[in-house]
């Protein structure tokens, strides 16, 4: 009795430890990100609490209370950020108030006095008030940028459209891109440069920044630019 040719032959099984390595980085990729992130709100949350905590008088703290009282040393974390979160509302609420906007002025104005600490003062309020102005918005686009050479592109996200003298004495229409650094996006580079050296993306800044962080691993999802520039050839 012969075999056919249309009979097909089963390939080996994998071996016991093939399939426990397989298993087991199988369960390292659903378990990794969902551990790393709970980690780093854990190392936030007990970051605020460290800065936090110390102004806080001990009455009002619910770990040495129960230190004090029962002799239970728990680490409550948390208590810094509602602390925080409380009184942060509560210069809020004074500050649109007369007498907290009076307050303000005549710190602002006693700071402004002092010479070194009237420059990092107004320089973190700029900051502050780009970031957090409710109508602003900040990095709503990614783009292409040639850096750190011609023929060498590099993912970078769009801030403003440059401003005062930065646009006052360039020759062209400028933007101002942050570039930021793999793995860690939270550091780069402020750079401006020609509206027509930039390229936006489709693409989201959430993806976008996966990109950057994975290090070019994690791309989104295949999507085609809105329009294809003439000449270009797009492979499906």
């Known amino acids: 009795m012969q075999l056919g040719d249309d009979i097909k032959v089963k390939p080996p099984r994998a071996g016991l430890l093939t399939r426990l390595r397989n298993s087991f980085l199988t369960g390292l990729i659903v378990i990794a990100p969902v551990g790393l992130t709970f980690w780093l709100i854990w190392s936030v949350i007990g970051w605020f609490d460290s800065w ?27 208590i810094g950020v509602a602390f925080f979160f409380v009184f942060t509302i509560l210069v ?6 007369f007498i907290g906007r009076s307050i303000i002025r005549w710190a602002e104005g006693l700071v402004q006095k002092t010479p070194v600490i009237r420059s990092i003062y107004g320089g973190l309020k700029q900051i502050a008030e780009t970031i957090l102005a409710q109508d602003q918005t900040s990095f709503e686009q990614a783009c292409l940028i040639e850096y750190p050479r011609r023929g060498a592109w ?15 004495r360039a020759a062209e229409p400028m933007m101002s891109v942050f570039l930021p650094t793999t ?44 329009e294809v520039p003439e000449g270009a050839t797009v492979v499906s």
């Open 183 to 226: 793995p860690n996006p939270t550091s780069g580079f402020l750079l401006f440069l020609p509206v027509s050296d930039i390229i936006m993306l489709d693409m989201t800044v959430e993806d976008a920044a996966k990109l950057v962080i994975s290090a070019g691993l994690v791309y989104p999802a295949s999507q085609l630019p809105k």
């Open 92 to 97: 809020g609420w004074l500050a649109k108030g």
């Open 154 to 168: 590099a993912i970078a996200f769009v801030s403003t459209t440059a401003k005062g003298e930065i646009a006052g």
């Open 52 to 78: 936090v905590l110390p102004f806080v008088p001990a009455a009002y703290r619910p770990d040495i209370w129960l230190l004090q009282r029962f002799g239970l040393d728990v680490d409550i974390r948390g």
